[in-house]
């Protein structure tokens, strides 16, 4: 059980344009997930905190405008990076807690390359 | 601010030797400590946990931690590692002090390469 699924596990886009990475509880109802972003050979950085029904809050330094986080249903989490552009390249990660204990379980990832 | 140190960026041991990651933690009050391992094209995968309680703590795969308080450390142990705990291994904290929201702390990392 807990498993948490991402897609797309990679993604190539042009810069300029936007794109969206579906994060999915599968088996289990996740009140908040968060997403992090991992550079190579780097640790996860908590970028945001999603809560089902509410506004994401978002880390010191991340623009909230550039990666827009939709949490619509207890099961689904949204991250679109808008206007992408080559330092938004990395690896994303996210994560989903359930309300029965504070244990996080984490996707795959997607590594997202912008050229 | 909460931070967490993992010394050692690589280490290599022989398969069947003993294990010994070092995880050393910055933090405010009491925490939650965590250990993660990420194996290539898969998500990070929890090996074990310290809420409370017993200092030793037992995960899967053989493995331990031991958190000692005076020395703010959280070391991951394996008494004999198979060629297949190769992967990084990552400590984290949390939850984030002052914010109220539950997200980890991470440590850089530390890459674990078995030797035949």
Redesign the interface.
């Known amino acids: 059980g807990a498993v ?1 699924s991402q897609h797309p596990s990679r993604v190539i886009c042009k810069s300029g344009t936007s794109v969206k990475i579906e994060c999915r509880s599968l088996d289990f109802q996740a009140t ?1 997930m ?1 997403w ?1 972003r991992q550079f190579p050979k ?5 970028m945001a ?1 999603s809560n089902e029904g509410s506004k994401a ?1 978002y ?1 010191q330094g991340v623009e909230k405008d550039k990666f827009l986080i939709n949490h619509a249903s207890l099961t689904l989490s949204t991250l679109t990076v808008t206007s992408a552009h080559p330092e938004d390249s990395s690896f994303y ?1 996210c ?1 989903a ?1 359930t309300t029965a204990s ?8 997607t590594r997202l390359t912008v050229t | 601010a909460q931070s967490v140190t993992q010394p050692d960026i690589h280490i290599t041991v022989s398969e069947g030797a003993s294990l010994e990651l070092r995880c050393n933690y910055s933090y405010g009050a009491t925490p939650y400590l965590f250990w993660y391992v990420q194996s290539p094209g898969q998500g990070l995968q929890l090996l074990l946990k310290y809420f409370s309680g017993d200092t030793l703590v037992q995960g899967i795969k053989g493995f331990e931690a031991e958190f000692k308080r005076s020395q703010s450390s959280f070391n991951l142990r394996k008494p004999s590692v198979h060629w297949s705990d190769a992967a990084e291994y990552f400590c984290a904290v949390g939850p984030l002090e002052g914010g109220g929201a539950d997200g980890l702390t991470f440590g850089k990392g530390t890459h674990l390469i078995i030797q035949p």
């Open positions: 948490v908040t968060f992090y780097q640790s996860l950085m908590l905190t809050t880390e990660i994560s807690e504070y244990e996080q379980y984490f996707g795959p990832g």
